[in-house]
C-alpha cells in the first residue's frame, strides 16, 4: 500500500519531466536506481543520470529511479506505513532483481539504510534471502573508499561504469542465482565482492590484516573508460532540480593539474576530452527539450574544445567554474549575460597554493577577477579551503588580503566568499594527513567573517560538524556499516561512533604512517601509493619540515 498524497506528490513530478523512460517490466531485468537524498539533488547528478540512460537503452533492462523522501514525506511514509518505491512504475524497491545506489558524497551514507529500512529490505547482506533483490553501490565514493559501506552490499563497482553496465547484465542474465553471479562477475575489472572478504584488526584499532574468504582476487582494478565519445543518449530535464531545465552534457574527465587535496584529480585520470562533433551531437539532442546545457568537467578553462563549443550559436552555456588563467579571458568573452562565475583559489597564499600543488598565482586570480568583473558577471565566486595542511593564520589573513584586493578593483557586483573545511580523501598526497582541530577551524572562520564584513562581499561556509563526519566517512574502514546502521541522527555521528566503541578522534586527528594498512589499499586506483607518499613527501618539504 502506498499513501495518496505520496502517489500524488510523483506524478507532480513526472509530469514536469522531459524524457522519462517507461517500460514493462515483464521479461526484462527490473533495475532501480536509487540516489540516497533528494530528487533535486539526485536528479542534478550526470553519472546518476546517465546510468539511468545506458540501462534503459537496452531492450532487456528497465531503469527506474527512487530517492531519500525529503522531511514531510518520510512522515507520510511513516503515517501510512507504505513501502518506498520507483517514481516510475510506483513498485516497492523490493520487487526490483537489483537495486543499485549512486552516492557522490559521504554525507548521504546514513541515508542508505534508512531508505533499506523504508523500502522493508535487509540492510546487513548477512540477514538478507536469496529472494531479495540484488544491493549494488556505485558513484564516485566507491571509487575511493567504499569500505563505511561493505556490509551492506553484495556488489560494489570500482570505477567508471559506462561500459562495465552491459557486462552487470548479461552476467545477472546467466547466472542460475546469486551466488553464482556474484563469483562471476568478480572475474571482470571493477567489480568488488565485499562479502568474498575478511578484515582483522589489532589492538590499537588499525587494520592487521585484510584476506579472502573465497576464489576472490586480492585487488581490485578501477575501471577506467579510454574514451569519452559513447552512443547518444538523451537525459532527462526538469524544473526540480539545482540546475532546473538545463541538460548536463560531460566534456572532459581527469584533469592536468593534480592539486594534492582533489580526489577527483587522482581517480579520474588520465584527462580525457570529449570529441568536439560528438559534444556537437549531444548538444543537438539537448536543444529538442530545453535551450539551457551544462558542460561539466573539474577543469573546463582547460577542455581543449571549449571556445569552439560555447560559440555554438543559440545555446545558453553554462560551465562549472574557470581556472585563474591567461585562457580564461576567450571564454568569458563568450559567456555575456551570465550572472555568476566561479573561481577557486582555495588558499589565501602563494606558500600554501605551493603547499597543496595549486599551481596558480596571486597575479593569475586578481587578473582573472578583474576580468569577471569587467564583464559585468553579477556575482563572483571565490572557493577557498580552511584547515589545509600545514595552514598557518597567515594563511588566513592572506584569504582576507586577497579578497579585498579583488573587492577594490571595481565596485560591481557581489563577491561571494565560499569556504569549506579540508578533508583528507583517499588516493590523494594528504591521505596519511591529520584533520585541523575543531576549534582551530572555527577561530579562523572566524578571523575570515569579522575580516570581511565589508560592503559587497559576502562569506558562506559549510557545517563544520558535518564536515568532520565526512572526514570520518572518507577514511573510515568497515566497522562503520554498523555505526550507519545505528545512527538515528546525523547530528549525533559523535556519540554513535562512541556507542559502538569506536574513538572519533582515531579516524580525524592522527597521521598515519606509509606502513599503515588503509582501507582502501586493495583498489588498484592507477596510481602508486609510493607516488603519493611522494608527493605527500614533497608537500612538507614546502612547508618547511623533513
Known amino acids: 500500500m502506498i499513501g495518496r498524497r505520496l502517489i500524488k506528490k510523483t506524478e507532480a513530478l513526472l509530469v514536469k519531466e522531459e524524457g522519462t523512460v517507461y517500460k514493462d517490466p515483464g521479461g526484462r531485468v527490473n533495475v532501480c536506481l536509487a540516489y540516497p537524498n533528494t530528487y533535486r539533488v539526485g536528479m542534478s547528478s550526470l553519472g546518476f ?96 573508499n567504499p569500505e563505511p559501506l561493505s556490509d551492506f552490499f553484495d556488489l560494489i563497482f570500482i570505477g567508471e561504469a559506462d561500459s562495465s553496465l552491459d557486462e552487470l547484465i548479461e552476467a545477472y542474465k546467466g547466472a542460475e542465482d546469486k551466488g553464482s553471479f556474484l563469483r562471476a562477475i568478480s572475474e571482470r575489472e571493477g567489480f568488488y565482492v565485499p562479502g568474498g572478504y575478511e578484515v582483522l584488526y589489532s589492538d590499537d584499532g588499525k587494520i592487521e590484516e585484510r584476506r579472502t574468504t573465497g576464489d576472490f582476487p586480492r585487488t581490485i582494478r578501477k575501471k577506467t573508460e579510454r574514451v569519452l565519445n559513447g552512443s547518444l543518449r538523451p537525459a532527462i530535464t526538469t524544473p526540480e532540480t539545482e540546475f532546473s531545465n538545463m541538460y548536463l552534457i560531460e566534456a572532459m574527465r581527469g584533469c592536468v593539474w593534480s592539486c594534492r587535496f582533489c580526489v577527483a584529480g587522482h581517480i579520474y585520470n588520465p584527462p580525457r576530452h570529449k570529441d568536439i562533433g560528438i559534444l556537437k551531437q549531444e548538444i543537438d539532442l539537448a536543444m529538442k527539450t530545453t535551450g539551457r546545457v551544462g558542460l561539466i568537467g573539474p ?75 569587467r564583464h559585468d558577471i553579477h556575482t563572483l565566486r571565490l572557493y577557498f579551503m580552511i584547515g589545509l595542511p600545514f595552514e598557518t593564520d597567515e594563511d588566513i589573513n592572506g584569504i582576507i588580503d586577497l579578497a579585498k584586493k579583488i573587492r577594490s578593483l571595481n565596485t560591481r557586483g557581489t563577491i561571494v566568499l565560499s569556504t569549506s573545511t579540508f578533508v583528507p580523501k583517499p588516493f590523494t598526497p594528504f591521505q596519511w594527513h591529520p584533520m585541523t582541530a575543531e576549534k582551530t577551524i572555527k577561530a579562523r572562520l572566524k578571523m575570515i567573517k569579522s575580516g570581511l564584513n565589508i560592503k559587497g562581499i559576502r562569506v558562506f561556509h559549510d557545517v563544520i560538524k558535518y564536515a568532520f563526519m565526512q572526514g570520518v566517512f572518507s577514511r573510515g574502514d568497515r566497522r562503520l556499516s554498523m555505526v550507519l546502521h545505528d545512527m538515528k541522527e546525523p547530528g549525533r555521528w559523535k556519540e554513535t561512533l562512541r556507542d559502538a566503541g569506536l574513538d572519533p578522534d582515531f579516524y580525524l586527528f592522527r597521521e598515519r604512517s606509509f606502513e599503515e594498512i588503509l582501507p582502501w589499499d586493495f583498489i588498484d586506483a592507477g596510481i602508486s601509493k609510493e607516488a603519493l607518499w611522494g608527493e605527500y613527501m614533497k608537500a612538507r618539504e614546502s612547508a618547511g619540515l623533513h
Open 49 to 144: 543520470q546517465g546510468i539511468y540512460s545506458i540501462l534503459n537503452a537496452r531492450d532487456d533492462t528497465v531503469c527506474e529511479r527512487a530517492f531519500l523522501p525529503d522531511e514531510a514525506d518520510l512522515k507520510e511514509f511513516e503515517r501510512t506505513g507504505s513501502e518506498l518505491f520507483s517514481l516510475e512504475s510506483r513498485r516497492p524497491l523490493n520487487r526490483f532483481d537489483i537495486v543499485a545506489f549512486s552516492v557522490s558524497f559521504e554525507n548521504d551514507y546514513p541515508s542508505i539504510p534508512q531508505m533499506l529500512r523504508l523500502a522493508r529490505i535487509g540492510a546487513f547482506r548477512s540477514v538478507r534471502k536469496e529472494g531479495d533483490p540484488v544491493l549494488l553501490l556505485g558513484g564516485v565514493c566507491a571509487m575511493f
Open 299 to 373: 577543469s573546463l578553462t582547460d577542455y581543449r574544445y571549449a571556445t569552439e563549443a560555447l560559440q555554438i550559436e543559440g545555446v545558453d552555456f553554462s560551465i562549472t567554474s574557470l581556472r585563474a588563467t591567461p585562457k580564461a579571458e576567450k571564454l568569458l568573452s563568450l559567456m555575456k549575460g551570465h550572472r555568476s562565475i566561479s573561481i577557486a583559489p582555495e588558499a589565501g597564499t602563494e606558500r600554501l597554493r605551493r603547499i597543496i600543488n595549486k599551481r596558480i598565482t596571486e597575479e593569475d586570480i586578481m587578473e582573472t577577477a578583474e576580468l569577471i568583473l
